[in-house]
């Protein structure tokens, strides 16, 4: 069934606009210390692009492969996880707090990890497709560490 599809696309579409409109590569953000290591900035949109894909894959096959049952516990894992994604750069990027940033980071990747945790159980490559996503989610937490200890502090 395309529906799940469909409607995952639009959240993710919401999600991405949220977090593009957020992101702000401006002054602030250019006079932070970054380690050497940060990819280029051109390289976060496509890797997001790639990460949403999965995402709306996994979420799909998820939702067509489960009963009905479990279709709220899907969907209140997937809102729960796509409002803290647009979160994390809320914080970092328009209230310019990395530091919250990371603390929020964690409950992102708790969200990720239920996610692939609970898919497991309904079908096992809908967890697979999210490995991507949390691995992501995991650089950025470390990188987000790495800006807060070099810029610190943040008021």
């Given at each position: 069934?395309?529906?799940?599809?469909?409607v995952?696309?639009?959240?993710?579409?919401?999600?991405?606009?949220?977090?593009?409109l957020?992101?702000?590569?401006?002054?602030?953000?250019r006079?932070?210390?970054?380690?050497s290591?940060?990819?280029?900035?051109?390289?976060?949109?496509p890797?997001?692009?790639?990460?949403?894909?999965?995402?709306?894959?996994?979420?799909g096959?998820?939702?067509?492969?489960?009963?009905?049952?479990?279709h709220?516990?899907?969907?209140?894992?997937?809102?729960?996880?796509?409002?803290?994604n647009?979160l994390?750069?809320?914080?970092?990027?328009?209230?310019?707090?990395?530091?919250?940033?990371?603390?929020e980071?964690?409950?992102?990747?708790?969200?990720?990890l239920?996610?692939?945790?609970?898919?497991?159980?309904?079908?096992a490559?809908?967890?697979?497709?999210?490995?991507?996503?949390?691995?992501?989610?995991?650089?950025?937490?470390?990188?987000t560490l790495?800006?807060?200890?070099?810029?610190?502090?943040?008021?």
């Amino acid at each position: 069934m395309w529906i799940p599809y469909a409607v995952t696309t639009m959240a993710m579409v919401l999600v991405a606009v949220t977090g593009m409109l957020a992101t702000d590569i401006g002054e602030w953000y250019r006079n932070l210390i970054k380690p050497s290591w940060q990819p280029p900035d051109w390289l976060f949109g496509p890797a997001w692009t790639t990460i949403y894909i999965c995402i709306i894959a996994s979420v799909g096959m998820a939702w067509n492969r489960s009963p009905a049952n479990l279709h709220a516990s899907i969907i209140a894992l997937v809102v729960v996880n796509f409002v803290l994604n647009m979160l994390w750069s809320v914080l970092f990027f328009k209230l310019r707090r990395p530091d919250w940033a990371l603390i929020e980071v964690v409950f992102l990747w708790l969200s990720v990890l239920s996610l692939i945790v609970f898919f497991k159980g309904v079908h096992a490559l809908s967890s697979w497709l999210l490995l991507p996503y949390i691995l992501w989610v995991s650089f950025a937490a470390f990188l987000t560490l790495t800006i807060v200890r070099l810029n610190k502090p943040f008021t």
